[in-house]
């Protein structure tokens, strides 16, 4: 699989007019983007955040004719600017010196505005010098007008998905033989972490290794533990590939024989984690996947050690629209891609299994393959 994404639509000419068309229909008069995933899903240009300004102002509408875009940039980015796919979009660059005021010049050119949608992830930095700049301005999330269209993944977002799943599924093929008696939490996870680079990942974005007690703490990171015969292991990882889409995928592993108790609740765990993708499909409301992971483990009476949501969208950030969660009546889409990622921590132990999955015209797909069964590794 090439890791070079550039050319295969990932980030498609017309998604600029989309995204303007996109923004009238939210009702906003332009959105106001900078570094971070918005800005890199509309133009594929991934800038550092600086607190120089560098921001896509994309005028809502919905004709040919209408304002044309335009990106603002530190001078010294001029070049990294005009070489992303950014600068082989139809699209004004305007770069600014450091003596220049970058908000009064995205301020006049915008002219006379209502509402603005901003970047969710915005630096307060930014939102409050526009909104000195624009004072009569009405600052709302960009979100309300890119969400959709970020939810939705087209076929080469997919399979950039399914890029990431592989490679991570590369990366947890290898885990067995990195978990062994003696050895910590944090040894296994700057193996995992190296791997994650080597197996084509640009970053390394988490690496969970949760044993023993651990494992019933879902978001324990990697601590001074010593793995133990007897242990079951939860091994959460994932990482940002160079065409910016993200991994994310958990097993949980026994060193020796695990506990009785923790071998019956793991058949219920993977039992749910069937049952919530194969409830995946058009026209499901992203709850009912929740409740079909829940109820298995409810009936089985660990309903009260199943402690989070079902899953989170993914796609150019790890967790994003949409959420699978109980009162999360969204309705879910071809292309909308997220993890099934159910748990059971009773305390002592605890296990997780998460795979991506994207929502297909008729049903589901994993984008993770790696085998679900309980790995025992020599003690
Ligand atoms: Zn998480
Ligand atoms: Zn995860
Ligand atoms: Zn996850």
């Known amino acids: 699989v090439g890791h070079n994404q550039e050319g295969t639509g990932l980030f498609p000419a017309t998604r600029l007019s989309e995204v303007a068309a996109a923004t009238a229909t939210a009702g906003l008069d332009a959105l106001l983007l900078t570094p971070g995933p918005d800005l890199r899903y509309v133009t594929g240009y991934d800038a550092h955040q600086l607190e120089r300004l560098t921001c896509l102002v994309v005028p809502g509408s919905t004709s040919q004719h209408g304002p044309e875009p335009f990106l603002v940039v530190p001078r010294l980015e001029l070049p990294a600017a005009q070489a992303s796919p950014a600068g082989r979009l139809d699209l004004e660059i305007v770069g600014w010196d450091e003596t220049d005021d970058p908000y009064a010049l995205v301020a006049g050119r915008l002219g006379d505005v209502g509402a603005v949608g901003l970047s969710d992830r915005m630096w307060a930095l930014m939102v409050l010098r526009l909104r ?23 076929p080469a977002e997919v399979a950039a998905l399914l890029a990431a799943g592989e490679a991570i599924d590369r990366v947890h093929a290898q885990v067995p033989g990195w978990l062994r008696p003696g050895r910590t939490e944090r040894e296994v996870a700057a193996d995992i972490s190296e791997a994650i680079l080597a197996e084509g990942h640009a970053s390394v974005d988490f690496a969970i290794v949760a044993s023993g007690p651990n494992g019933a703490s879902p978001h324990h990171t990697a601590a001074d533990r010593v793995l133990q015969t007897g242990d079951a292991v939860v091994v959460d990882i994932g990482g940002t590939m160079p065409s910016g889409y993200c991994s994310d995928c958990t097993r949980t592993y026994a060193i020796g024989t695990p506990p ?46 199943f402690v989070h949501r079902t899953g989170h969208g993914i796609g150019l950030e790890t967790h994003e629209d949409p959420y699978i969660v109980a009162g999360n009546a969204e309705v879910l889409q ?15 132990h605890g296990a997780r299994i998460e795979d991506i999955v994207v929502c297909t015209a008729d049903g589901f797909e994993r984008l993770n393959k790696v085998s679900r069964d309980l790995i025992v590794v020599a003690g």
């Not at 000195?132 to 087209?154: C, E, G, I, N, T």
């Not at 793991?266 to 194969?278: E, G």
């Not at 071809?334 to 002592?348: D, V």
């Open 260 to 305: 009785a108790d923790f071998t019956a609740y793991y058949q219920v765990l993977k039992d749910a984690q069937d049952a919530a993708c194969a409830a995946v499909r058009p026209g499901v409301a992203a709850e009912a996947v929740d409740a079909a992971a829940r109820e298995p483990i409810t009936a089985a009476g660990f309903g009260q050690f």
């Open 334 to 348: 071809p292309g909308h891609a997220f993890s099934i990622e159910p748990g059971i921590y009773p305390g002592a």
């Open 132 to 154: 000195a700049a624009l004072p009569a301005v009405r600052q709302v999330l960009a979100s309300v007008a890119l969400r959709d269209l970020r939810a939705r993944k087209s």
